[in-house]
């Protein structure tokens, strides 16, 4: 038993290995490897640069956000004074 997992391990490695291997299999998209002129390709590249805007403008939002609660935080305890969070009742009735 253990040795057929090793054989199956060993002929998916192979198979990946030569599968990679081919130029035709791993030929690039055609951003990457087709003609720079081509209406497809200037269509990708307006479509990854907007994609990559949408992603910045998310991580801009989110870092604003969390500035906003820094901000708020800080205001809050200007205005009150902290106070434990915690009591410590000793003894007696409740």
Request: with cysteine; proline share 5%.
């Amino acid at each position: 038993m253990r040795r057929s997992g090793w054989m199956i391990s060993g002929v998916s490695a192979t198979v990946a290995a030569v599968w990679l291997g081919l130029p035709a299999v791993a030929a690039a998209c055609a951003t990457c490897f087709g003609d720079p002129q081509a209406p497809a390709t200037k269509g990708l590249n307006n479509a990854i640069l907007m994609l990559l805007g949408v992603v910045g403008l998310v991580y801009v939002g989110i870092g604003k956000l969390f500035w906003e609660f820094r901000k708020r935080s800080k205001k809050l305890e200007e205005q009150q004074p902290v106070r434990p969070r915690l009591r410590l009742i000793h003894g007696g009735k409740h």
